[in-house]
């Protein structure tokens, strides 16, 4: 699972093989394999001149990589599940290192050294991202829920066994 995370550079972490092809998550193996040949195109090696040879390369390289990830329905899944991970940690960290902003702004107000980091999200992103915070909310709820009517019932327990106490005297 490690092989298909993107590797990093000099520069910072290279982008997902989604956006590198530039098709959304959801897409089927018929548009990775469209765009891969369309990105191909643009970008081959043989296409470009002899200054833009070694940049071309390289991205060549990178969409080989994404298409052999994306055109595996295995290594996407795996792809996948790794990359729902990162974006996990990744909000995670921007939440409560990066800045401790208000609920929902994703703490990123005061990290101005993050921002070069980061990529705008995908409408999957938000999605999931909506999703998840709505989960976290409803498991804050239910255990509050839960520990509130914990207290009142043992509130009503104390009551009792004091009343019981005072009626047995």
């Known amino acids: 699972m490690a092989a298909n995370v993107p590797p990093q550079t000099e520069i910072g972490p290279v982008p ?25 195109k643009r970008t081959h090696p043989d296409r470009v001149g002899p200054a ?6 390289e991205r060549a390289k990178g969409l080989n990589a994404a298409y052999r990830v994306l055109s595996s329905p295995e290594k996407r899944r795996d792809y996948d599940a790794s990359m729902k ?18 609920p929902g702004s994703g703490g990123t107000a005061q990290d101005i050294y993050g921002a070069a980091l980061r990529r705008d999200e995908s409408p999957f992103e938000r ?31 104390a009551a009792l066994v004091q009343a019981l106490a005072r009626a047995a005297t």
């Open 127 to 157: 999605k999931e991202r909506r999703r998840t915070d709505r989960e976290a909310l409803v498991t804050i709820l239910v255990v509050f829920g839960g520990a509130t009517a914990l207290v009142a019932a043992l509130l009503v327990v």
């Open 85 to 102: 991970t990162r974006t996990i940690q990744d909000q995670m960290m921007s939440r409560y290192a990066g800045g401790f902003g208000a």
């Open 52 to 57: 833009f040879r070694a940049k071309a390369e």
């Open 16 to 40: 997902d093989h989604y956006q590198l092809l530039g098709v959304p998550p959801g897409a089927t193996a018929r548009e990775v394999t469209r765009a891969y040949r369309e990105a191909m």
